[in-house]
């Protein structure tokens, strides 16, 4: 399963002779995509990434609310997580607290 979280664009630049790229912010996490399949793309746009290549252009409520509930789970499974006991049958794969 694929989980696809929105970035923002943050900076926009040519490689070579045709290759547009994207510096996109992912709530804090930057990483670089090609644009070749959104060439409407510009700074301040939300896009999907999918293998480096962005993928769609979304609106910005849609992108705040995908952002906005990626980190509601991020912070529920660290909520989960530190609950679990070593030792427990949920917990057997998981590395105890002394390493």
């Known amino acids: 399963m694929c989980l ?7 900076r926009v630049r040519t490689e070579g002779t045709d290759a547009r790229m994207a510096e996109i912010d992912f709530d804090g996490l930057r990483r ?3 644009l070749v ?3 409407e793309v510009g700074v301040g746009d939300y896009v999907i990434v ?8 979304i609106p910005e409520a849609e992108a705040l609310e995908a952002q906005r509930l990626a980190r509601e789970m991020r912070e529920r499974g ?5 609950r679990l006991v ?3 049958p949920v ?7 002394e390493g």
């Open 78 to 82: 660290e909520e989960e997580a530190a």
């Open 50 to 57: 999918h293998a480096g290549l962005a993928t769609t252009r």
């Open 91 to 97: 917990a057997v794969n998981l590395p105890s607290p």
């Open 37 to 39: 399949f959104t060439p």
């Open 32 to 34: 670089t995509a090609n």
């Open 4 to 10: 696809a979280i929105p970035g923002k664009v943050v």
């Open 86 to 88: 070593p030792g427990d």
